[in-house]
């Protein structure tokens, strides 16, 4: 309770901070009474932390309503806030540049609008499609070419619904995968993600299987509901444990890190790597974390999600602070880690620079 009152503190003083810039832009100052603008901001303020309280009594279509409007303000609240706090790194908070800083605040209000509309552009646009190959020092000549496709992050739910999942699971058959791998956050945290589900999620098939491992919001939204539907869809949720989908070829996975304190979750990455069938290896870990010891346990592959690449600009930087391998391909000791970057969006459907994507990686064993 400590921590939530302490978050609502900070976004209250970011949101007063914004209101107070809002209202030193020529236009808002001039046409928009203060009071009604206030009552906007605190409604758009609310509306994300009021549609989770709405949604745990099960009051489903308001709560998806202020879901959708919490959502996209917090996208835009964070430009917003960051065009308007530049501004004032650089009129040094209005004492310098005086007779300008209303002007370019209202330049920050534009820009900031404009980022928007490209994110939102972005993120409705299809994932694109990265390419890798890996090589695997131990992967059998008979599993040479062996295609995966990756995808992390969907969070299935009522931003991103039935639509686009069937529209993604039309992109992973046209793929041609030997094995999908879905490493965490399937679905959003909300209740409602059950059965309605299955019809679509049966549609995501390989010839060798659909692997996964859950994330934090497979947690938010209750395991006991989820993961029990991933199975009937026909999918092996890998829960701290291994499987061998081609002989030779390992797919390891833990449950994420939100399932247990962080010391619990070293020692059963430590315990499922150590007993995992002998074969080239494949570790799958929703949070890019616990690279190192996969590395030493011989694990040739790593796949991880989690970080979005900060999802919307420059929540890029601060990600990084937390999470070293963000996005992209990395070796460590001799093991190559593979970081989605989400094939779906968390919050608002927004996407500042970088669309989202799936990944499609080819295995080669050694000559």
Known sequence: MGVFLVFLLIWATLHFYVVARLLSVPFIAHHVPT????????????????????????????????????????????????AFFFVDLVSGFGFWLRPQVPMLRTWALAAAAIFASIALVQAHRAPVVTE????????????????????????LGSMLGYEWATRRAEQ????????????????????????????????????????????????YAGPDKIIPLLRQAGYRVLRDESAE???????????????????EHAAAVERVLRERPAGATIFLSHTPIQARPAAESGVNLMLSGHTHNGQIWPFRFIVRMVFPLITGRYEVDGMTVIVGRGTGTWGPRMRLWQRSELLKIKLRATS
């Open 35 to 82: 009071a009604v603008l206030v009552a906007v901001i605190v409604l758009l303020g609310t509306s994300y932390i009021l549609s989770r309280v709405l949604e745990r009594f099960s009051i489903g279509g308001p709560s998806h309503l202020l879901e959708h409007l919490g959502a996209y303000w917090v996208g835009f609240f964070f430009l917003l806030l960051t």
């Open 132 to 155: 890798y190959e890996v090589v695997m020092s131990n992967l059998p000549r008979s599993a040479d070419g062996t295609v995966l496709v990756v995808a992390s992050d969907m969070h």
């Open 172 to 219: 992973f058959n046209a793929l041609e995968p030997d094995v999908i791998l879905l490493v965490g956050d399937i679905f959003e945290g909300d209740q409602t993600t059950h059965a309605v589900w299955l019809p679509i999620l049966q549609q995501i098939r390989a010839p060798k299987g659909v692997f996964l491992v859950t994330g934090n919001h497979e947690f």
């Open 245 to 263: 989908p081609i002989p030779g070829l390992v797919i390891t996975g833990v449950d994420d890190i939100a399932f247990r304190p962080k010391a």
